[in-house]
């Protein structure tokens, strides 16, 4: 159990191991993206109402009356003004703003996810897993000087639904879970996408028809040590969904620890973080605190440094390989 929140939480022997082994799958969250410039949930969703205000087709006092609505609620409302008045919102635009091209944290912060994993699962839309950012070979000072003239390798991008699929988790591939912004259809923004997006297996007079996202996560969470990183009290809710909604029959009743989330905190919120500590522990998940005091959300770039710097990403065993062909095989 946690006895105190540490600015750099230490290093258990499961994920170190999974490190090692080549399992080990980043799993990132909006809070990521916003220390590199991105705007967060909410923040995305009130701009996108913005949109419409400019075009006249929406009013700072309707703004006003719905502010303490669910994000999603307010995108749906944003999609419907969008189909009703025409109009296209730019979410490109409104998730990389211009000065977000060069964010230094944002190249820190995800060059130090590029030595700590090789295969990425991530709910966000923006595009700033979608490059390896080339500093693999860099020490932590040489990281620091060369920022800004970084060379960036393209990663493997998969976001449409048919293609989530185990064969995918390859090395140097970014699986966006919600869709992408490169094609803003495949976003799943409102309440009613991501019911449809979780919804349950449809039995039909012969079988059943499988939901390719259910089936997926399914396979990450059984054969793969995930690490979540970048959610928030405030995104609990959707982490909570993929996990519930993804448990297999094996892991319902067994609290084995296989998973990992890294998660801020204050240090006057040491029994809000024990409470959760238990909490996660029913789902098999591992608490893993840092302390907030000193640099808020950006001590996750010390973090994510540190842990890049002593359990670099492998490449996958041969013995994973078989043991997980093995597992597709007897399912």
């Not at 540490?6 to 080549?22: K, V």
């Not at 944003?78 to 490109?92: T, V």
């Not at 007079?205 to 040590?225: A, I, M």
């Not at 043991?323 to 399912?331: I, N, P, R, T, V």
Request: aromatic share 10%; net charge negative.
């Amino acid at each position: 159990m946690i006895e105190e929140i540490l600015p750099i939480p230490p290093i258990p022997d499961g994920l170190r191991e999974a490190a090692q082994r080549g399992t080990l799958i980043p799993f990132i969250g909006a809070g990521v993206s916003r220390i590199a410039g991105c705007p967060s949930w909410s923040e995305l969703a009130d701009q996108a109402l913005a949109h419409h205000i400019v075009s006249g087709n929406f009013s700072h006092s309707q703004l006003a009356q719905i502010k303490h609505l669910n994000p999603r609620v307010k995108l749906s409302i944003a999609l419907r003004l969008q189909k009703e008045f025409g109009g296209e919102i730019d979410f490109c635009k409104l998730l990389h703003p211009a000065e977000t091209e060069n964010n230094k944290k944002g190249k820190q912060l995800f060059g130090s996810l590029s030595l700590l994993g090789k295969t990425f699962v991530t709910t966000n839309y923006d595009k700033w897993l979608n490059e390896d950012l080339g500093m693999s070979e860099l020490t932590k000072d040489q990281r620091a000087q060369k920022l800004a003239s970084v060379r960036s390798r393209h990663r493997r991008i998969i976001y449409k639904v048919n293609d989530f699929k185990a064969e995918n988790l390859q090395p140097n591939t970014v699986i966006h879970l919600h869709g992408s912004v490169l094609d803003p259809m495949s976003m799943i923004l409102t309440t009613q996408d991501y019911i449809s997006h979780y919804s349950n297996d449809i039995p039909t007079r012969t079988n059943y028809k499988e939901n390719p996202v259910l089936t997926f996560l399914e396979f990450l969470f059984n054969t793969k040590t995930v690490l979540f990183v970048g959610y928030g009290l405030e995104e609990l809710e959707i982490l909570e969904y993929v996990i519930l909604k993804t448990r297999g029959k094996s892991q319902k009743h067994s609290n084995e620890i296989k998973h990992f989330l890294i998660q801020g905190y204050f240090s006057h919120e040491f029994e809000l973080m024990k409470s959760l500590e238990k909490y996660f522990l029913d789902f098999g998940i591992q608490l893993l605190p840092y302390l907030r005091d000193q640099k808020d959300y950006e001590q996750l770039l010390d973090v994510l440094e540190n842990f890049a710097r002593l359990i670099p990403a492998s490449s996958p065993m041969v013995l994973q390989d078989f043991l997980e062909m093995e597992a597709l095989l007897d399912g």
